[in-house]
């Protein structure tokens, strides 16, 4: 039997798939461009060396005023990868944990391990999980889509 749900759910279907295709095509237009920019870039480095780094702050004086806002800022926000001692940074977590009132969210701990001690993760989960590998005796819990973190008392 064929009715009006049956064709709005192949009407949603339908959409879905036009938009996965959209979004692969987009991942590939992205991909060709980023590698396209790759070459520019190692050819502009290529004659640069061979006629030195005169005309260098011009092209990119250039560059930059072509680029859009929104790729500086995003080429801005990126952190670089550092080191960090996860069995200290443990330690420093345990400490702020000890210290609250109440369990922290993801972002809290953050914040407070940034203020405290400098400690800043390019990806913060993944940060304070390689950090909770060293403490056994936190408690992590879901609200919603937020972590939570608590000791076990």
Do not use: W
Request: glycine share 4%; charged share 35%; hydrophobic share 40%.
């Amino acid at each position: 039997m064929f009715d009006e749900r049956k064709a709005l759910h192949m009407t949603l279907q339908g959409l879905l798939e036009q938009r996965a295709a959209l979004r692969r095509q987009y991942v590939d237009q992205d991909k060709q461009l980023g590698l396209d920019i790759k070459e520019l870039l190692a050819r502009i480095r290529e004659l640069d060396e061979r006629e030195g780094a005169r005309q260098n702050a011009d092209v990119e004086a250039s560059a930059a005023e072509e680029m859009p806002t929104e790729v500086l800022e995003h080429l801005r926000s990126r952190k670089t990868h550092t080191r960090h001692d996860y069995a200290g940074v443990a330690e420093q977590v345990e400490a702020i944990l000890r210290e609250a009132s109440a369990p922290l969210t993801l972002m809290d701990l953050c914040s407070e391990l940034k203020k405290r001690h400098g400690v800043e993760f390019a990806s913060p989960y993944i940060g304070i999980q390689k950090a909770l590998k060293h403490l056994p005796q936190v408690k992590v819990d879901k609200d919603g889509r937020k972590l939570i973190f608590s000791l076990n008392r």
